[in-house]
């Protein structure tokens, strides 16, 4: 009996869905989700880290790779040249972690900004820089803030990703 971690496809926003059919089944999942601050109170408020996959730990010569393939919400598993990829174990306690921390922390880095906070770009292109909070962007996973470039009087409007930016203390 040989249990791996496999990625498992589902359906555009089927995630849910999905992974509690899995685990009515008896399939062993971890199905990564972060808290999310929507600007649509409506919006949901909690994510999936990856949109469109989940992680499944079983012994596929036992169960069948078709048992994946046609559950309900499913597009199979995740392959290479026509063979299920298995994922690390490392690899998933490393995800894993990241999630407890970043749901630890308090979801998104989006929280308890007000426009005008400063904040520093911790990575992407602009990393290094200091910027000004804007707002969020609507219904998205993305902030403005206003770049501080070469002398402090000079302010340019640049949309980044939430994770890129934090509060300077």
């Not at 919006?43 to 992680?55: D, E, N, V």
């Not at 597009?75 to 306690?93: C, I, K, R, S, T």
Request: aromatic share 10%; charged share 25%; hydrophobic share 35%.
């Amino acid at each position: 009996m040989t249990l791996r971690w496999y990625v498992l496809r589902s359906k555009p926003r089927k995630e849910s869905a999905l992974w509690k059919y899995a685990l009515s089944k008896g399939v062993e999942c971890f199905y990564p989700r972060l808290r999310v601050n929507p600007v649509n109170p409506r919006s949901k408020k909690i994510k999936p880290y990856f949109p469109g996959y989940m992680f499944i730990k079983a012994d596929l010569e036992k169960v069948g790779r078709s048992t994946f393939r046609w559950m309900p919400h499913s597009l199979g598993l995740v392959q290479f040249d026509g063979e299920p990829a298995p994922v690390p174990d490392g690899m998933v306690q490393g995800i894993q972690h990241t999630v407890a921390e970043i749901a630890e922390a308090g979801g998104e880095k989006f929280e308890g900004l007000q426009p005008g906070d400063r904040v520093f770009v911790e990575s992407g292109p602009f990393s290094g820089y200091k910027a000004i909070f804007d707002t969020q962007v609507s219904g998205q996973d993305r902030v403005r803030v206003l770049l501080q470039m070469l002398s402090e009087q000079r302010e340019i409007p640049v949309e980044l990703e939430v994770g890129h930016i934090r509060k300077e203390e």
